[in-house]
């Protein structure tokens, strides 16, 4: 089946640097991808849908200057949190759907736990 | 507005059948999925079900909706130790594939 993989599932950074986070569809092409956040024991928040090639639509609320997010291809997309503070900390998860889908099953990453110390 | 509603907490004996349940407010959801995450896992897809159906069936799993009333329901047969995680309900509204989630249910498996 089709895969997602995010990398990488864990990382502490101080204040104040930046992380990236990579998400990839393994075995088909990926023409729009959407970055989650997740708060302990909450419900997925969606942050932005991402399609190839094009800026990311970001929901309301959230900052675009400090969720950077690059859909170069079509396998590929990356959120940059920059500058990060300690509210930052979160759970992040990708998902990605293929191409000449319509609504088709969205397959998620496994998610990558960001503390900013 | 859209919004996806369930309950936060479930306990069921193992072996026992286990009853999540879902309500949704949008009437042109196409499809409704049924996710399962385990602690510190991202979201795995156990099961969907296109808006014109009223039931699907895998496995140990049935889906159940009723479109009139907008609910839908997870039913794990023989619920075991393994299937204890959060659900979550989750539907897209419209013709786009953005995915409204529930806050997700907690299932736990008493022995």
């Known amino acids: 089946g089709a895969v997602v993989s995010q990398h990488p599932s864990r990382v502490i950074c101080k204040s104040g640097t930046s992380v990236k986070i990579e998400c990839r569809s393994l075995d088909f092409q990926a023409t729009t991808m959407f970055w989650y956040r997740q708060f302990p024991k909450q419900s997925l928040m969606l942050m932005a849908t991402?399609?190839?090639?094009?800026?990311?639509?970001?929901e309301q609320g959230v900052e675009k200057d400090k969720f950077l997010i690059n859909h170069a291809s079509l396998t590929l997309s990356t959120l940059t949190v920059t500058s990060a503070h300690p509210e930052d900390s979160s759970f992040y998860i990708c998902s990605a759907s293929g191409t000449g889908t319509y609504n088709s099953p969205l397959h998620f990453g496994n998610g990558t736990r960001l503390t900013v110390t | 507005g859209e919004d996806v509603e369930q309950s936060l907490f479930l306990s069921v004996r193992e072996g026992d059948s286990s009853v999540i349940n879902c309500t949704y407010t949008?009437?042109?959801?196409?499809?409704l999925y049924w996710y399962k995450q385990e602690p510190g896992a991202g979201l795995q897809l156990l099961t969907y079900?296109?808006?014109?159906?009223d039931m699907k069936q895998d496995q140990r799993l049935t889906v159940l909706l009723n479109k009139k009333d907008k609910h839908l329901s997870l039913r794990i047969a023989d619920t075991q130790t393994g299937d204890s995680a959060i659900y979550f309900c989750?539907?897209?509204?419209?013709?786009?594939?953005?995915?409204?989630f529930g806050k997700g249910t907690r299932l736990h498996i008493l022995p």
């Open positions: 989750a539907e897209t509204p419209g013709r786009d594939d953005k995915i409204i």
């Open positions: 079900i296109f808006s014109n159906m």
């Open positions: 991402s399609n190839e090639g094009s800026k990311a639509t970001y």
């Open positions: 949008d009437s042109s959801s196409t499809y």
